[in-house]
């Protein structure tokens, strides 16, 4: 019963090209999502957000877009680093106790 | 001046024994959560407590008692560990809705 999904266990993209990582989820009362960065051996570290009140949130080479009635958001990375290359999880926020419901990956490798 | 650290970083035991993990944040948050992330690399919380009250419980073995001395630190004890307990276990903070994590716990049961 997997609430969240990133049906691509992995992409592979040119360094300069754009790297897009798709999210799926099932419970529509999600009102804010993040997406985490993971390096191997290493704690997730945040990467960018949006609010169900948005479409749309960019933060430099990252844009993050939110079509709720899908229920699907992506993660837009351009132009794509070798520095890029890592796990990307999608984590929505579930209810009050604001715990983090995490997808199931997408390891992205971004080739010189 | 690290944001949120864990000791051990590795843990090998054997099957039936009594561990720890401690988890500090010097961040000044409030809440702190326990996540493990299992073989098939699903990260899924555990624990969360807010200013040294438990706020999340999920479905998780009663061998697994946090403790939160004060809200600075979360530790995780662990009873009678079982092979199925071998995973990373990670720490993390918060304020508002972003959460920190530390490095992780890779505990390995034998």
């Known amino acids: 019963d997997q609430q969240v999904k990133q049906n691509s266990p992995s992409l592979s993209v040119q360094e300069g090209r754009i790297s897009i990582l798709n999210c799926d989820y099932t419970n529509s009362m999600f009102d804010y999502f993040l997406w985490y960065k993971k390096y191997p051996a290493e704690g997730p570290t945040f990467l960018i957000s949006i609010s169900s009140i948005k479409d749309k949130n960019e933060d430099g080479r990252f844009t993050v877009f939110l079509n709720k009635s899908a229920k699907h958001l992506s993660l837009h990375i351009v132009p794509s680093q070798p520095g890029d290359s890592a796990v990307y999880f999608c984590?929505?926020?579930?209810?009050?106790?604001?715990?983090?419901?995490f997808g199931t990956g997408t390891l992205l490798a971004v080739q010189p | 001046d690290t944001a949120v650290s864990q000791t051990p970083k590795y843990l090998v035991t054997q099957m039936g024994n009594d561990k720890s993990i401690k988890c500090e944040q010097n961040l000044g948050h409030d809440t702190m959560y326990w996540y493990k992330q299992d073989s098939k690399k699903f990260l899924k919380i555990m624990f969360s407590y807010n200013n040294k009250e438990l706020i999340i419980n999920e479905t998780v073995p009663n061998r697994f008692s946090p403790k939160s001395p004060d809200k600075a630190h979360l530790n995780l004890h662990i009873n009678s560990l079982e092979l199925g307990d071998s995973a990373v276990y990670f720490c993390?903070?918060?304020?508002?809705?972003?959460?920190?994590f530390g490095p992780g716990t890779r505990l390995t049961v034998l």
């Open positions: 993390a903070s918060s304020q508002a809705t972003e959460q920190f």
């Open positions: 984590a929505p926020v579930g209810g009050a106790t604001n715990k983090l419901i």
